[in-house]
């Protein structure tokens, strides 16, 4: 027997064990899985809790349920992990997001940088931010996080203002091809950090300008190793490295 389907539904949508579903889950749930009542799915309200929740009504624009069951589940990482990713060019900055979900990314801002080959204007940066989302929630459900990321919580950012919004993190790092000297394991905090800041540049890398600017609000240059790496396999190297110091990997 397959697990059932799951679905992420904001806390008011949860009423003393009753659960109402609404927009696209409905859709989704009657025309594409053609669940009926009787049938069970299960629900995640940004909590710790897994929802077993049975169908008991399934109209047109709205489906009700109740909680069956619920379980305690341990899958977010004890260590907030704040992206901040330069626009990159095709769909890479997708690829990344998905993998940043998967390693427990906390949140995950694009970034326009100096050296962005990729130029986005108002309008598209609002349908990208929309499908960023999707992407966000359907890695979520694929890994089984019951947190989802915020994804260009105030759209695409510069790099100033991503290190100004992250000024209060525990540790803040930026990955430079450039540094040669420090690596995330000569990093030896004095207390157990519970929240991180990174930068990683575009297919160019950050200017000299941009690393004084986040090197002014005590962002630390870190390597990756001797290797250049691509955009992409550098979010990941990275993500993989703080979770393995400081997280649950």
């Not at 499908?131 to 089984?144: F, P, V």
């Not at 991503?162 to 690596?183: G, S």
């Amino acid at each position: 027997m397959s697990p059932p389907h799951k679905f992420f539904v904001a806390g008011e949508q949860i009423v003393a064990d009753k659960v109402t579903l609404a927009g696209s889950d409905v859709s989704h749930i009657r025309t594409v899985l053609r669940l009926k009542a009787g049938d069970s799915i299960q629900v995640i309200s940004d909590s710790d809790k897994r929802l077993t929740v049975r169908l008991v009504e399934v109209k047109t624009k709205e489906i009700r349920g109740e909680v069956i069951a619920s379980e305690t589940v341990n899958v977010e990482s004890p260590l907030a992990v704040h992206l901040g990713q330069a626009l990159i060019m095709g769909s890479k900055f997708d690829a990344i997001l998905r993998k940043s979900v998967e390693l427990g990314a906390r949140s995950v801002t694009p970034l326009m940088t100096e050296r962005c080959v990729t130029k986005t204007h108002q309008r598209a940066a609002e349908r990208k931010i929309e499908r960023w989302n999707k992407i966000a929630l359907e890695s979520c459900k694929q890994c089984g996080r019951t947190q989802i990321p915020k994804v260009a919580d105030g759209g695409v950012a510069t790099l100033e203002t991503f290190c100004r919004d992250n000024d209060r993190q525990d540790l803040k790092f930026v990955f430079w091809e450039l540094e040669e000297k420090r690596t995330l394991k000569d990093i030896a905090p004095n207390t157990q950090p519970r929240s991180v800041a990174l930068l990683i540049g575009p297919e160019g890398g950050f200017s000299q300008a941009e690393i004084a600017s986040a090197r002014e609000y005590n962002f630390q240059t870190v390597s990756l190793g001797p290797r250049i790496l691509r955009v992409e396999t550098a979010a990941v190297v990275a993500l993989s490295q703080l979770q393995s110091l400081w997280g649950d990997l």
